[in-house]
């Protein structure tokens, strides 16, 4: 049990309001971690510290990681709490995400600054500020990227930018901090049962993109309102778990996929936090898996034609 190994550890994650840093909030804190959890609302606060029964070793954090009062705020928390206590700081999650879907032309260039500023610069600013602390720990990064971090996918330029981006800051990163003992890994996983999967997605396509000018979609889309029904009923698919190997076998012929639970993501970022050799990617999830070993496969067209085209062809 790592966790309860090394008592004086403490990781901070951010974006722990809902989906995968939620789950891996509890889940080190669970294990043994003492865990900074950064958050933007107060509601969301105390929502997870009631779920782990109000223990004081999960400290919520305000923190958006486009501000950076916030940011300056958080290392000032997470300094005195780790002095008063007597912890190191073993980790940093970058989590927070705010992903969009949509065609390049349809997405306003708003929609790609802002996701930008969250899934990278935020990840980069927030590393930043908390790089001396983790640096006198010999502590570890743990930036969260996605199969989308290594292979693009129709509608997806935002998302794919960020992770590809992500992954690019963790490569360098990790030859720039190894002097001090410290490592960078990347998590890469492939569909998880989150809110982003399930209600962002969908609406995305309700709301969002139906508030674009119609003859732009209509461009992409030969019938909106059916594209939306073809959502739902994708995230109703993978929203079911699959009844056992030879229904995953089925799926995965049929091109339907379905989703991992969070917690899983949560492990797999204890074993980078602790493992003796963390890897530098942790690609998570059989889709994920067979996704990357395609894209290394075939050529770049032949990847458009066989799966970026068609994975979200709504
Ligand atoms: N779900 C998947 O299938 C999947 C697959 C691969 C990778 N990922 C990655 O996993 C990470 C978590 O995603 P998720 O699926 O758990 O989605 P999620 O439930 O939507 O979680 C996203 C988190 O980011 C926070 N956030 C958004 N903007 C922020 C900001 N400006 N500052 C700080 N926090 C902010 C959200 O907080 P608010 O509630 O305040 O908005 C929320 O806590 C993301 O990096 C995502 O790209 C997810």
């Known amino acids: 049990m790592p966790g309860f190994d090394h008592p004086q550890d403490a990781v901070v994650i951010t974006g722990t309001s809902s989906g995968i840093g939620a789950a891996t909030a509890r889940y080190l804190h669970e294990r043994g971690y003492f865990v900074f959890a950064g958050i933007r609302q107060q509601q969301q606060a105390d929502a997870?510290?009631?779920s782990v029964g109000r223990d004081a070793n999960l400290l919520p954090v305000v923190l958006d990681v486009t501000r950076q009062d916030d940011i300056v705020r958080a290392t000032e928390i997470v300094q005195a709490t780790l002095s008063a206590r007597g912890l190191r700081l073993a980790g940093l999650v970058n989590n927070a995400a705010d992903e969009h879907l949509g065609p390049v032309e349809v997405l306003s260039?708003?929609?790609?600054?802002r996701e930008i500023e969250v899934g990278y610069l935020g990840a980069v600013a927030v590393t930043k500020a908390f790089l001396p602390m983790l640096r006198s720990a010999a502590g570890r990064i743990i930036n969260m990227s996605s199969v989308n971090g290594r292979c693009t996918f129709k509608y997806h330029a935002t998302t794919c930018a960020t992770k590809y981006a992500i992954e690019a800051f963790s490569d360098a990163l990790?030859?720039?901090?190894?002097?001090w003992g410290m490592h960078v890994s990347i998590i890469e996983p492939g569909p998880i049962d989150t809110p982003l999967m399930r209600e962002k997605l969908v609406e995305e396509f309700t709301r969002k993109?139906?508030?674009?000018?119609?003859?732009?979609?209509?461009?992409?889309f030969k019938d909106f309102a059916a594209a939306i029904q073809h959502v739902e009923a994708f995230v109703e698919?993978?929203?079911?778990?699959?009844?056992?190997?030879?229904?995953?076998?089925?799926r995965l012929i049929n091109g339907q996929g379905w989703l991992h639970s969070p917690l899983d993501v949560a492990r797999v970022i204890e074993q980078?936090?602790?493992s003796r050799?963390?890897?530098?990617?942790y690609l998570i999830g059989t889709q994920a898996k067979?996704?990357?070993a395609a894209r290394r496969l075939l050529s770049d067209r032949a990847f458009d034609r066989v799966l970026g085209e068609k994975v979200f062809d709504f």
């Open 48 to 50: 997870l510290t009631a």
């Open 109 to 113: 260039l708003e929609v790609f600054r």
């Open 174 to 179: 990790r030859m720039e901090v190894r002097p």
């Open 209 to 220: 993109l139906a508030e674009y000018p119609q003859d732009q979609l209509n461009l992409y």
């Open 237 to 250: 698919r993978i929203s079911v778990p699959p009844r056992g190997p030879l229904d995953k076998l089925r």
């Open 272 to 274: 980078a936090l602790t």
């Open 277 to 281: 050799r963390p890897k530098t990617r």
């Open 290 to 292: 067979l996704i990357h």
